[in-house]
């Protein structure tokens, strides 16, 4: 069945919900020009606040691999997603600090942005519209992707659904989809995870 990532948790409010609606995975934003950035004490103790079993992603933008790896090693995070420019020998060097499972993201704008995905050594890949923009693409790019991946970019409780049919993706990972002035809404992540969860229900239904 098809993951939930929340990121941009910022709050000990907003740890508050995803323990009580039990996402599979949290995101806490690293980057400086973000307006949902944390600090990686900030991170730690709202780290210290989730229910066991849902994982905490860091969310990095070229940002140096020693910090990343310490927050690796320390339990901080317990996965780093990449959203910037880091290359494949930026990946080598990740690996050689942690054995921990790396996110990249790759934006999407058309259908030859899709061949960066074959040289990626990532984990899993992360396909968006582009650093956090809140925008959707086009998802008939997808049709021919064979590997897991998250997908991100202007997801709602309206076309969560829509994504699991389609294309059963590893996991949908959301932010400003379930926030209001910015800040996460407790009825809108609710609403967001039902959908999901029903869509993933009826097609778990219709492969038997």
Known sequence: MTKI????????EDIMAVNQW??????????????RCVSPENARRLKEQLLPGILSVGVFVNEAPEVIAELLEEGVIDAAQLHGQESSQYLHTLRGLTSKPLIQAIQIRSEKDLYKTA???????LLDSGAGTGQTFDWNLLKNIRQDFFLAGGLN?????????LFEPYALDLSSGVENAGVKDRQKILDFMRAVRLAGKERENCDE
């Open 157 to 165: 409780a309206c076309n969560a659904a829509e994504a699991v049919r």
């Open 22 to 35: 039990k996402p599979d995975y949290i995101g806490f934003v690293f980057y400086k020009k973000s307006v």
């Open 119 to 125: 040289d990626s050594t990532a984990d899993f890949l």
């Open 5 to 12: 990532k929340l990121c941009g948790i910022s709050r000990p």
